[in-house]
């Protein structure tokens, strides 16, 4: 059993850079997976990237590749969202997702665990 929770999200304007974190509990977290989701209102939940156990290879959305940096801390217990140039269309709720396989897939349907999420709003 994983359990998630997120922090950093808030009010930021378009253009500016905002970092989430996820603090997990357990000590098996640096044999997990971990991932970033995000759900806009009114739409399903997209996949946003995610990162391998060891932190040595990373995936992203083509909507957020070169924008957005996920790295994680296993001493730490935390994985990080690093967002820059950001859009007001990527006002959402922001999820991190953990899987104990060497990815977090694509389709949220098959994340086993989820943290309850963190508001990012960016204004125009």
């Known amino acids: 059993q994983v359990q998630l929770v997120e922090s950093g999200g808030g009010l930021v304007q378009a253009g500016g850079s905002l970092r989430l974190s996820c603090a997990a509990s357990?000590?098996?977290?640096?044999?997990?997976?971990m991932g970033w989701f995000r759900q806009a209102p009114g739409q399903e939940r997209e996949f946003v990237g995610t990162?391998?156990?060891?932190?040595?290879?990373?995936i992203y959305a083509p909507s957020v590749k070169g924008r957005f940096t996920i790295s994680r801390d296993n001493a730490k217990n935390t994985v990080y969202l690093q967002m820059n140039s950001l859009g007001p269309e990527e006002t959402a709720v922001y999820y991190c997702?953990?899987?104990?396989?060497?990815?977090?897939?694509?389709?949220?349907?098959?994340?086993?665990?989820w943290g309850k999420g963190t508001l990012v709003t960016v204004s125009s």
């Open positions: 357990g000590r098996i977290f640096s044999s997990y997976a």
């Open positions: 997702a953990a899987d104990p396989d060497y990815r977090v897939r694509t389709d949220p349907k098959f994340v086993p665990y």
């Open positions: 990162i391998t156990p060891s932190g040595g290879a990373t």
